[in-house]
Structure formats: C-alpha cells, structure tokens
C-alpha cells in the first residue's frame, strides 16, 4: 500500500473509531439506566400527583382484550414491557400493567400480549409479566418479542430482545441463544412435521430464520388438516 493511501484511509479509520467510543458510551449509559418500574395505582401517597397518568397530546386509536375476553375501543399513547397507557378521551392517560389484560391492538396494527408464566429471572427487571410484540401466530404456535420499544439507532443495534415461544395453551419458553439448544427445541416442539425436523437436524439455524420456520410448519398444519377433510367419512 503507497503513502498516498495509508494517509486517505487515516481519517476513515479515526471517525470508525470515534464512533464506537459514542455508541459504547450511549450503550453503558442505557444499560445503567433502565425504565422506571410500573407503579401500581394506590401505592403512593395521596398527597403526590398521581405517577400513574402521563400527559400526551399525540395518542393514537386501537384497542385492548380485557380479562373478560372481551375487545374493547382504546386511545394508546405507547408502551414499555411493563405498561401500556390508555385512555378514553383527553390528553391524560393511565398506566396499565400486564396483569389487567391479555393482549392489546394499538395503531400500527400490532398485536401485543401480555406473556405469564415464565421462570423467575427470564422477563427482565424481576417482571413476572409482561407485555410482547406477536411475531408469529399460526399452527398451533406463537412467537413473542419482548422488548423495550428503540427509540434511536443505537436502541436498534445494541437493545436486547427476548424472544419466547409456546405451543398452543403451553407455557412460555425463552428462545436458546446458542444454536445447538435452539435446535433441539423446535426439533421437539415442530416433530409431527418430519420434512422440517429432518432439516433442523441436518442444519443448525440461528433465531432471526425461527419466524420462517414457524411459518412453513403452520403451512404443512394447514396442509395436512384440509387433506384430512377432503377424504370421504365412512
């Protein structure tokens, strides 16, 4: 390499440089500084402003599964894994916990649901609940994405996400990081489909090709249940 090019790629290699001193930064500042945990409502003193309500201006129509079942019209002025902030009408809206509903709808179409049931530890900031973005819904599964919504670039590339599965009324499990575990669970959970299984076993996969996987079991599900209907009743 000439003089001429070590010299061009100098300042090249300084802004890389600079920019993982800023992001590592933002990073260790995020990590040591998590949300406020959700605060239930009558357990601070009455003489201070209500820290369940949140002013904003800009909510936004959907909806909420309350523990009747039932769907009910919503405003919703975002959310975090341990709250969702509704209201009726105005500019003033509550905080709601996981435990007050089982899923909610809000305006860009999303499902939410509320994920129980987890080994202590697993959710995150001693949750026991925990609100979860739908990935996936279909065959008998769903795939759920715990995390804090990114609000930056840096949210984007360095937030952690838990993922976590189940198979029709079971319990939730946390997606395996490492490969080889994460194998022998959808090899498990996936075995009344062979082709699939017989694939997973002769290749390990990492967990962004999961929602692709879940989506050709659903196919052979849906497959397998209309040829079952087509063959004639005795």
């Not at 919703?76 to 007050?100: C, H, M, T």
């Not at 299984?197 to 996969?205: F, G, H, S, T």
Request: proline content about 7%; charged content about 15%.
């Amino acid at each position: 390499m000439n003089h001429a090019r070590v010299v061009a790629l100098a300042p090249l290699k300084c802004l890389l440089a600079a920019m993982l001193v800023v992001a590592g930064h933002f990073v260790g500042v995020a990590q040591r500084r998590p949300h406020a945990a959700f605060i239930p409502p009558g357990s601070y003193p009455e003489q201070t402003r209500n820290p369940t309500l949140r002013y904003e201006p800009g909510g936004q129509p959907g909806s909420y599964r309350g523990l009747d079942g039932h769907w009910h019209p919503v405003q919703i002025a975002g959310w975090l894994p341990d709250r969702v902030y509704l209201n009726e009408s105005g500019n003033y809206y509550r905080a709601f916990s996981p435990e007050e509903m089982t899923a909610f709808v809000d305006f860009s179409a999303d499902t939410v649901v509320t994920v129980a049931g987890v080994a202590p530890g697993k959710l995150g900031n001693n949750q026991l609940t925990a609100f979860g973005r739908q990935l996936f819904r279909g065959g008998g599964v769903q795939l759920v994405d715990v995390n804090d919504q990114a609000t930056s670039l840096i949210g984007i590339l360095f937030q952690p996400h838990r993922l976590f599965i189940r198979q029709n009324a079971d319990g939730w499990v946390l997606l395996p990081k490492q490969k080889a575990a994460l194998q022998q669970l959808l090899v498990t959970m996936l075995a009344d489909d062979a082709a699939l299984v017989a694939e997973l076993q002769a290749k390990r996969i990492g967990r962004w090709q999961v929602q692709r996987v879940l989506v050709r079991y659903a196919d052979f599900r849906t497959t397998r249940f209309l040829q079952s209907a087509a063959q004639p009743r005795p």
